[in-house]
């Protein structure tokens, strides 16, 4: 299903779809959260966000990835709290304990320049960078 949906439409719309089914089929956010919690990072990459943030680096996160799942995996990593925002698409569990997620950006936007959903978020990072 995952393969035949990609192509077809946005990531966040086909990730939906999938935490959709995941549910349908019995599976809760504890479960997803322990998947989560197992997934690799990269050596190196922890200890470095933590000295970066320990000599005042101001860390941000722009990121196609969502919210719970991003969130999940700082919070195990203990780096939360190195970032000082995350920009990122936004994800809520519903009435039903269902994992939704949504695009950052409105896909119907009105820019000059047509660009895919994907990287809508360069706005997020040209205003990281136009701020200081």
């Not at 939906?16 to 997803?32: L, W």
């Amino acid at each position: 299903m995952f393969d035949q949906l990609v192509p077809t439409m946005p990531w966040n719309t086909v990730m939906d779809m999938v935490m959709k089914e995941i549910h349908a089929r019995g599976k809760t956010m504890k479960d997803i959260e322990k998947v989560l919690k197992r997934a690799p990072v990269i050596p190196g990459v922890v200890p470095a966000i933590k000295e970066a943030h320990a000599l005042g680096c101001d860390l941000k996160i722009v990121s196609d990835a969502n919210l719970f799942f991003v969130e999940t995996i700082l919070e195990h990593s203990g780096i939360k709290d190195c970032f000082s925002e995350i920009n990122i698409n936004p994800s809520y569990v519903d009435d039903e304990g269902k994992l939704r997620i949504y695009p950052y950006h409105d896909f119907d936007h009105k820019c000059n320049n047509p660009c895919p959903p994907r990287n809508r978020k360069n706005a997020s990072g040209v205003s990281f960078y136009g701020r200081e």
